[in-house]
């Protein structure tokens, strides 16, 4: 099918799909490139729609979804990058269960109203780089389906369950043995003199205001600086803590 | 003085500045933003002049630089962001002198064609935040003086010299006896199992493309990953080498 109206429902919804609103009113999200169109479609997620510009042929596994193309003015239109790679999938919201994804083991990062796209995108796909059993966003986070999220996240949500969540999370994960760090300039111990390797969860917190749940916080960590710099990236913050968090399970394991 | 005409030669040339043509033409830039400006007057960069809107105190210390005004209209326009903060300096690009900084010991980072300013900005961010001694620009990396890298860095081009050099550099340093680093997927030594406490360059590749200079890379080393993700972040894995190599030092000197 090739759409050749801005008028047709489904280009109406896709439009929606750009705001929170839109996402959570249709239980939709959409993913954009051909990377990421093809770890949606390897992955266990609900694809609804893949849709290409006209013309674009691109080997798409069979299943149960309908392909269609669009013009390339109408694909301008509903993508959310300026030079389009002319493919999307539509996508259901999937249904997380949150208690299935709190085990007695295991690395949880808690994001804590991180604003900035590019840093969540960046967490998640950091945090699947190292193994991360859940991402759980709390405190009016940036939402997870949001395009520049989903850009700098490079398809790692297809891998690791990102879930929406209240702060009562960290109290779950307590109730399991989880220990929950959180990094804070003035704290006396240094990030590798504490074990980490695993039940540990680590509370990233908003670019400005800092950690909003320093109460559910058991131990607060410095990563050693010795220049001038005053503090480091929120997705900088987080990927030294998980790795230094790999690096001591690959010694125990040793 | 309050400037109200588009046309005056000072907005004229700052709007310049906003590309690399007119800011190496000028052979100044800028910065916006407070904490940018305090950083630029405690450090010893040359401010030319400092260009708050209609209306805006900030107490200034004295110094050998221009204090101007211009409406808020103007400001927005020689702005590099939505909502400015209505405070800027215009500061010349320093010349630095490359042999200066390449000693027989000392941590470098090399940014081979890395393309994303914000990329850049959080490098530059995380080397001054871990000692870095320089960082050297090769192989068309986006200018260290875009307004973007410069956000990014959150003043840490204050603090650490950015130099804008040619592969030549590595020889430079290999011939002091620095040994140089890059992060390959399928290297054998993971960089833990490397002493890179000190004497050590590490080289960042493009975005997609990687490092240029294979041949002048001594070492290659893996991050150990343990998920779905194939890569990191380059700003990420820059952050990991360089908190390793602050671990290790940490450990030497204890």
Chains 1, 2 share one sequence.
């Not at 280009?11 to 490139?33: C, H, N, P, S, T």
């Not at 009016?140 to 398809?155: E, I, W």
């Not at 950690?211 to 900088?236: H, Q, R, W, Y």
């Amino acid at each position: 099918m090739l759409i050749t109206s801005e008028n047709n429902d489904l280009i109406k919804k896709i439009k929606k799909l750009k705001d929170k609103k839109g996402r959570y009113e249709e239980g939709m999200f959409f993913v954009e490139g051909t990377t990421n169109v093809l770890e949606a479609l390897k992955s266990d997620f609900e694809i609804e729609y893949i849709v290409m510009g006209e013309g674009v042929k691109i080997d798409i596994p069979k299943g149960d979804f309908e392909i269609v193309h669009t013009t390339e003015r109408i694909f301008k239109k509903i993508s959310d990058t300026v030079t389009p790679q002319m493919v999307m999938a539509i996508i259901k919201i999937p249904k997380y269960v949150e208690n299935t994804y709190i085990k007695e083991k295991g690395v949880y990062v808690i994001a804590d109203n991180i604003q900035d796209p590019g840093n969540l995108g960046t967490i998640i796909r950091t945090a699947d780089a190292f193994g991360v059993s859940a991402i759980f966003t709390i405190n009016n986070c940036v939402d997870v389906f949001n395009p520049k999220v989903l850009r700098a996240s490079m398809g790692s949500i297809f891998h690791i369950p990102v879930i929406a969540a209240t702060s009562q999370i960290l109290l779950k994960l307590k109730q399991r043995g989880i220990k929950v760090f959180a990094t804070y300039l003035k704290a006396q111990k240094l990030v590798h003199e504490c074990n980490i390797s695993d039940k540990v969860a680590f509370v990233l917190g908003n670019e400005a205001k800092g950690v909003s749940v320093v109460d559910l916080v058991d131990d607060f960590v410095k990563i050693p600086m010795t220049g001038e710099a005053e503090s480091l990236n929120v997705s900088i913050a987080a990927s030294i803590f998980l790795y230094e968090s790999q690096r001591q399970r690959l010694i125990k394991n040793n």
